[in-house]
């Protein structure tokens, strides 16, 4: 009986070999570049140069006004706080942050409040 049933898982093999597809992996949604002819290194300057002066003839500012504006407070702003951390010099930053702490309380000083008698 075990070489029959041997016999019988060969041929189920065989089988189901025969079902799978051959061929390389398609993907849905991918499409494959187009290969074409190979340019002469001529042909590509003349492409990079035609490409960057189109670049240059498109920088025009494309933004709306809003955009603008934005960028310009933006920028007036980071200048106005620059503009104010350098006033100050590291020690004057030190006594007011150490101001600043000791008007703070601190944890421990917060006596705890419990629904037992404080040991």
């Not at 009986?1 to 949604?29: P, Y």
């Not at 809003?66 to 930053?93: G, M």
């Amino acid at each position: 009986m075990s070489v029959k049933r041997e016999r019988e898982e060969e041929s189920e093999i065989a089988s189901s070999a025969k079902k799978v597809r051959k061929g390389g992996l398609k993907l849905k949604g991918t499409a494959l570049p187009v290969l074409g002819k190979k340019k002469k290194e001529k042909e590509k300057e003349e492409v990079v140069v035609a490409v960057q002066r189109e670049e240059e003839e498109e920088e025009v500012d494309k933004r709306t006004d809003a955009e603008i504006k934005f960028e310009r407070s933006r920028r007036d702003r980071l200048q106005q706080t620059a503009s104010e951390a350098a006033k100050k010099s590291y020690r004057d930053n030190i006594n007011e942050n150490n101001t600043k702490l000791s008007k703070m309380t601190e944890h421990n000083d917060i006596p705890k409040v419990t629904y037992r008698t404080n040991k």
